[in-house]
């Protein structure tokens, strides 16, 4: 399986700040999800972009995709203590019947 | 509410026990997914399936073993031939093909003894 790689692996910053995380991928991709994982908790989903999109919106988040580049971006702007958790890249692969996750980024936002 | 419950929240195995863990959706999804996740890891798929009465091994299959007699019940058990079964496992449903977006549970943590 081809899980996509998340960057940095780890990121703390303080409340306020921008928080910017990476996922790169091998293959080619339907579509690319990103989901947050409190510590002991199961994942939930953040947003969804499509192989056609080149950035998203919801909220305080931004999604950008660059296929050419095979790489997406999850921005988080304006954050808060309550963002602290692990953020995960998921690929769809084309011709898949899953997701691959990746090793996600563990954010620690500093009040 | 609609949701997906696993149970139990934790679980306390001894070595050569088989256990199985239980997942429910009341979405009306027709996909579902097993993963394992150990320490500071990604999410390794175990099994999936489809549609009910069909399932499919994932990436990490060897020492598990699945049934989906119905489409809101997906339970997995670890037998004894799973060498390192000591991890936390997430359950997740989706409406039907894989690539769309998954709904988790909040997990199982088992441990073996």
């Known amino acids: 399986s081809q899980q996509g790689e998340e960057d940095p692996q780890a990121l703390s910053i303080q409340e306020g700040e921008n928080a910017t995380m990476n996922c790169s991928y091998k293959?080619?991709?339907?579509?690319l999800q990103w989901y947050r994982q409190n510590s002991g908790r199961g994942l939930v989903h953040l947003i969804l972009i499509r192989s056609n999109e080149r950035e998203k919106h919801s909220g305080r988040l931004r999604v950008t995709l660059d296929t050419s580049k095979k790489s997406s971006s999850l921005l988080i702007t304006a954050s808060r203590a309550a963002d602290t958790a692990s953020y995960f890249c998921a690929t769809a692969e084309t011709g898949a019947n899953n997701l691959f996750f990746g090793t996600g980024t563990r954010l620690t936002v500093i009040p | 509410d609609g949701g997906i419950t696993q149970s139990p929240k934790y679980l306390f195995r001894k070595e050569g026990q088989n256990v199985t863990l239980s997942c429910e959706q009341n979405l009306n999804h027709d996909a579902m997914y097993w993963y394992r996740q150990d320490p500071g890891q990604g999410l390794r798929l175990i099994y999936y399936s489809q549609i009910v009465n069909d399932f499919q091994k994932g990436d990490i299959a060897e020492g598990y073993s699945v049934s989906r007699e119905k489409k809101e019940s997906f339970p997995l058990t670890v037998t004894s031939a799973q060498k390192n079964p000591t991890a936390f496992y997430l359950c997740a449903s989706s409406t039907g093909l894989g690539t769309d977006t998954q709904y988790f549970g909040p997990g199982t943590r088992l441990t073996v003894l």
């Open positions: 293959t080619s991709i339907n579509n």
